[in-house]
């Protein structure tokens, strides 16, 4: 069974340019735990791929950063001027019919390890969704195996896969482990070099 990592990078982040960052969210520089500068997206993009699992990237047309480093490491991408997480998610299963399961990963959320993929991966092999939680706080990546696969390509809207989640019993995997539910909205959220 084929369970990929779909990142949804198509969004305008407006919430951080109203709050004073500069240019699009996911191009603003991140520094990791060693210090090393890369943008949110990349630093995103490096810990999917380091989970082993494919990895299938939907971008806006005119983020051209993100199209660069998507071929920095060679990784395929949809380009969609999307007006919603729901048409992003679509995009990225319709784009990937090979798969038998889908990790939805938010490509504003750096701090997520590769150890959290592969766990959210194997617990998707005996449940339809699967989320990750912390302290009962649901996060992301949200796993969803094929039997949804046909309400996955037709979501649309920026509720992303809501509705979906309310329909279904979606198995809460507890991790002891924050970065599941930490993203980064407001430039005052990213972590500073030291």
Not at 51 to 57: A, C
């Amino acid at each position: 069974m084929t369970t990929g990592i779909v990142i949804a990078a198509a969004g305008r982040g407006e919430r951080f340019s109203l709050a004073g960052g500069e240019g699009n969210k996911l191009n603003a520089e991140f520094a990791d735990n060693s210090g090393q500068q890369r943008s949110i997206f990349e630093q995103t993009l490096r810990q999917a791929l380091a989970s082993d699992l494919p990895v299938w990237v939907v971008t806006r047309p005119d983020n051209l950063l993100v199209q660069q480093v998507c071929a920095d490491y060679q990784v395929q991408v949809t380009l969609l001027p999307s007006s919603g997480l729901g048409e992003s998610i679509a995009a990225g299963v319709n784009a990937t019919p090979h798969w038998q399961g889908w990790l939805i990963h938010l490509a504003d959320m750096p701090f997520v390890t590769p150890t959290v993929f592969r766990q959210v991966a194997a617990a998707l092999r005996q449940h339809a969704i699967v989320r990750p939680a912390f302290q009962q706080q649901p996060g992301h990546p949200v796993g969803f195996s094929a039997i949804l696969r046909k309400q996955l390509g037709q979501l649309r809207g920026d509720n992303g896969a809501r509705e979906l989640l309310k329909g279904q019993p979606v198995f809460l995997l507890s991790l002891e482990t924050s970065e599941v539910v930490q993203d980064i909205d407001l430039p005052s959220q990213l972590p500073a070099s030291e």
